[in-house]
């Protein structure tokens, strides 16, 4: 997705694929990382916790882009029952 670098935003990400019936989601985490070198990027560009919500995962807010920098967002988080799980998005910033 594209994301202005003069923007913030807090992304949610829905889970429900996540969980079956009677499952709860908890303890979110987020990093981040420039793909142009993978380095970790969290400090730069979030700001702010990660939440849980229901079935919505909400990202601490992502601000401070570089223009034409890709940023690979990773959540995890804890399944009742079922361990860790984790997915990512991709924010590119642009004018």
Do not use: H, N
């Amino acid at each position: 997705m594209l994301q202005g670098i003069s923007e913030e935003v807090p992304y949610g990400i829905e889970l429900g694929l996540w969980l079956e019936d009677g499952q709860t989601a908890s303890s979110p985490a987020v990093v981040a990382y420039d793909e142009r070198d993978w380095s970790e990027a969290t400090a730069k560009i979030l700001t702010g916790t990660a939440a849980i919500v229901g079935s919505l995962l909400t990202t601490p807010i992502v601000r401070d882009l570089r223009l034409d920098t890709t940023y690979r967002v990773v959540c995890t988080f804890d399944v009742s029952g079922a361990g860790k799980r984790s997915c990512f998005f991709r924010v590119r910033g642009e004018r």
